[in-house]
């Protein structure tokens, strides 16, 4: 027949877009992710009442996000929960206290043990090298995506069973639900199975501020995530962090401030956001980030940066430690571990002469030692060590680098110097602390030692963190602000109005979702086309790919 074309169709291509893509993992800001989730929550609400069915499909859909976002690593998450699953139980059941100790145990090896492998062997094998000058060939390993975060949650779960805190559930798909609910799966929040897991079985019931609330999450966690962090990022931080050298003194700083607000934005948006989906889907998951940039010193601090990660590690691991009452074996062994590197670092990765890195190794510890000698309490040195081990932990916990260990290290010994002025100052300068230009000093301190740290963060190396600081210090000129301005006007008005609105009081967002939750459906689709509108208007034809993901 005469005027007919012959249409090709590509299927595999079309398959292809439901297969595994590593240049591409899907995650909330992937157009995959929207097809994904309009399936997944048309066949949620039809089964909303079937319970045992919804969570069958919760599982199926989150299973098959993980696959998506990380490929045949996801049996990995698989075998982390049928393990788990066991050995909780067994500890559940187990009669005698000894027994229950030797299953936790296991548990806990077990989970460090796939979590070293993956994550660390490769940094252990270069220092083996370097301490030993052996010749050992680097492994390929491939870092699972999410594997810090459901690594922790596994331990948690387990801990939580042994000590009594939480009868263990008896079936698996609520288990592995648990472990592997999509929208906190890749990057967090830490969720504790004794909040999350009851809320499976409870029938699924959105109010109107629910609706609203999980609305305002979620434009707001996009916002940060795709308008205000990616654009920061791709048009000032990788310009200024991949060669400070090339940058002055300015530019390297509002680059490190840059950053600060290109992390914050990034993580709390994406939390944000998974926040924001589990509302909707009935699940309540408590804030990742309260403001930390509103913090008036480093405690402050981590009580409002990733807070399940911060109370993580202070019910696993700081108070089995021996908290701030007794020193254990294992606070003996890493102090001495700390301290040593102390030395090590300041010889091997500074450079400096031995008797100067003793030196520095000497201040470190009668650092730690103050408390004691204030309080006249030996508590005081176990505290302290404590506190600079739990710290340390967590910066390698972000990643095997001698960056990470000191960026946790930095914040320990920070942690313990605040610990010291409210130990001298007690009662005796209540009228200037409170005193509003002193919060707003203080305000600025603790910012700044924030980014101070972040730079270690961020750094390729410590050879790139230490340009940098030398950038700061010794070619900071103002007068080269002006020019800064003027190729980087747009970056910094991102800043200012990432700055205003971390500055809005919390109580602020809460009127504003209640008088969301009061109108119709048609204004949340001219938000969402504002979104959109502004999203095209800033978005780079390259991916940013979220920061906690390599985590």
Same mark, same amino acid.
């Given at each position: 027949?005469?005027? =007919?074309?012959?249409?090709?169709?590509?299927?595999?291509?079309?398959?292809?877009?439901?297969?595994?893509?590593?240049?591409?993992?899907?995650?909330?800001?992937?157009?995959?992710?929207?097809?994904?989730?309009?399936?997944?929550?048309?066949?949620?609400?039809?089964?909303?009442?079937?319970?045992?069915?919804?969570?069958?499909?919760?599982?199926?859909?989150?299973?098959?996000?993980?696959?998506?976002?990380?490929?045949?690593?996801?049996?990995?998450?698989?075998?982390?929960?049928?393990?788990?699953?066991?050995?909780?139980?067994?500890?559940?059941?187990?009669?005698?206290?000894?027994?229950?100790?030797?299953?936790?145990?296991?548990?806990?090896?077990?989970?460090?043990?796939?979590?070293?492998?993956?994550?660390?062997?490769?940094?252990?094998?270069?220092?083996?090298?370097? /301490?030993?000058?052996?010749?050992?060939?680097?492994?390929?390993?491939?870092?699972?995506?999410?594997?810090?975060?459901?690594?922790?949650?596994?331990?948690?779960?387990?801990?939580?069973?042994?000590?009594?805190?939480?009868?263990?559930?008896?079936?698996?798909?609520?288990?592995?639900?648990?472990?592997?609910?999509?929208?906190?799966?890749?990057?967090?929040?830490?969720?504790?199975?004794?909040?999350?897991?009851?809320?499976?079985?409870?029938?699924?019931?959105?109010?109107?501020?629910?609706?609203?609330?999980?609305?305002? =999450?979620?434009?707001?966690?996009?916002?940060?995530?795709?308008?205000?962090?990616?654009?920061?990022?791709?048009?000032?931080?990788?310009?200024?962090?991949?060669?400070?050298?090339?940058?002055?003194?300015?530019?390297?700083?509002?680059?490190?401030?840059?950053?600060?607000?290109?992390?914050?934005?990034?993580?709390?948006?994406?939390?944000?956001?998974?926040?924001?989906?589990?509302?909707?889907?009935?699940?309540?998951?408590?804030?990742?980030?309260?403001?930390?940039?509103?913090?008036?010193?480093?405690?402050?601090?981590?009580?409002?940066?990733?807070?399940?990660?911060?109370?993580?590690?202070?019910?696993?691991?700081?108070?089995?430690?021996?908290?701030?009452?007794?020193?254990?074996?294992?606070?003996?062994?890493?102090?001495?571990?700390?301290?040593?590197?102390?030395?090590?670092?300041?010889?091997?990765?500074?450079?400096?002469?031995?008797?100067?890195?003793?030196?520095?190794?000497?201040?470190?510890?009668?650092?730690?030692?103050?408390?004691?000698?204030?309080?006249?309490?030996?508590?005081?040195?176990?505290?302290?060590?404590?506190?600079?081990?739990?710290?340390?932990?967590?910066?390698?916990?972000?990643?095997?680098?001698?960056?990470?260990? =000191?960026?946790?290290?930095?914040?320990?010994?920070?942690?313990?110097?605040?610990?010291?002025?409210?130990?001298?100052?007690?009662?005796?300068?209540?009228?200037?602390?409170?005193?509003?230009?002193?919060?707003?000093?203080?305000? =600025?301190?603790?910012?700044?030692?924030?980014?101070?740290?972040?730079?270690?963060?961020?750094?390729?190396?410590?050879?790139?963190?230490?340009?940098?600081?030398?950038?700061?210090?010794?070619?900071?000129?103002?007068?080269?602000?002006?020019?800064?301005?003027?190729?980087?006007?747009?970056?910094?008005?991102?800043?200012?109005?990432?700055?205003?609105?971390?500055?809005?009081?919390?109580?602020? /967002?809460?009127?504003?979702?209640?008088?969301?939750?009061?109108?119709?459906?048609?204004?949340?689709?001219?938000?969402?086309?504002?979104?959109?509108?502004?999203?095209?208007?800033?978005?780079?034809?390259?991916?940013?790919?979220?920061?906690?993901?390599?985590?």
């Amino acid at each position: 027949m005469t005027g =007919l074309t012959h249409v090709n169709v590509d299927f595999s291509a079309f398959w292809a877009q439901f297969l595994y893509d590593r240049e591409n993992p899907l995650l909330f800001n992937n157009g995959f992710f929207v097809y994904f989730f309009f399936v997944f929550i048309i066949l949620f609400y039809l089964l909303r009442n079937k319970q045992r069915t919804r969570t069958y499909v919760f599982c199926f859909f989150s299973l098959y996000f993980f696959y998506k976002a990380s490929g045949a690593f996801v049996l990995l998450v698989i075998l982390s929960a049928v393990v788990d699953f066991i050995l909780s139980n067994l500890i559940y059941s187990a009669k005698r206290q000894s027994r229950k100790k030797i299953l936790l145990l296991v548990s806990i090896v077990f989970n460090l043990s796939i979590l070293i492998y993956f994550k660390y062997t490769i940094f252990f094998v270069e220092l083996a090298n370097e /301490a030993f000058h052996t010749h050992f060939s680097l492994l390929n390993i491939l870092l699972p995506v999410g594997i810090s975060f459901y690594t922790f949650e596994n331990i948690s779960y387990t801990i939580d069973v042994y000590k009594g805190e939480f009868k263990p559930t008896d079936k698996f798909s609520e288990y592995l639900l648990f472990l592997s609910f999509f929208p906190k799966l890749v990057m967090g929040p830490i969720v504790r199975a004794k909040d999350f897991v009851p809320q499976i079985t409870q029938p699924y019931h959105i109010s109107e501020y629910d609706f609203a609330k999980g609305f305002y =999450l979620i434009f707001s966690g996009l916002f940060k995530k795709l308008i205000i962090s990616d654009y920061i990022t791709l048009n000032l931080v990788n310009y200024i962090f991949d060669d400070p050298k090339l940058h002055t003194g300015i530019e390297n700083l509002m680059g490190i401030y840059g950053y600060a607000f290109v992390l914050y934005c990034d993580f709390s948006g994406y939390s944000d956001v998974a926040i924001g989906i589990a509302l909707w889907l009935g699940f309540r998951i408590p804030p990742n980030f309260l403001s930390p940039y509103q913090s008036k010193n480093i405690t402050e601090f981590w009580r409002r940066w990733h807070i399940s990660l911060s109370s993580w590690l202070k019910d696993y691991l700081y108070i089995p430690l021996g908290g701030n009452r007794k020193a254990s074996v294992a606070t003996g062994l890493f102090s001495l571990l700390f301290v040593g590197g102390v030395f090590l670092a300041a010889v091997r990765l500074f450079h400096y002469s031995y008797v100067a890195s003793a030196g520095i190794m000497g201040i470190v510890v009668l650092i730690l030692a103050i408390p004691a000698f204030l309080n006249r309490d030996k508590r005081g040195l176990a505290a302290s060590a404590n506190l600079v081990t739990t710290m340390l932990l967590g910066g390698l916990w972000h990643g095997a680098s001698w960056n990470f260990i =000191l960026w946790g290290s930095l914040h320990g010994v920070g942690l313990v110097v605040h610990k010291v002025w409210l130990i001298v100052t007690g009662n005796r300068l209540n009228k200037i602390t409170d005193n509003r230009v002193f919060e707003v000093l203080s305000l =600025l301190l603790t910012f700044h030692f924030v980014c101070f740290t972040w730079v270690f963060f961020k750094a390729a190396d410590l050879q790139t963190a230490l340009a940098m600081i030398n950038q700061i210090i010794f070619n900071f000129d103002v007068a080269s602000l002006a020019p800064f301005y003027q190729n980087y006007h747009s970056v910094v008005w991102l800043m200012l109005l990432a700055c205003v609105l971390h500055f809005i009081p919390d109580h602020y /967002a809460d009127n504003v979702i209640d008088r969301i939750g009061k109108v119709s459906l048609a204004y949340y689709l001219i938000l969402f086309f504002v979104f959109l509108l502004m999203y095209g208007f800033f978005k780079s034809s390259e991916q940013v790919l979220p920061i906690y993901l390599q985590f």
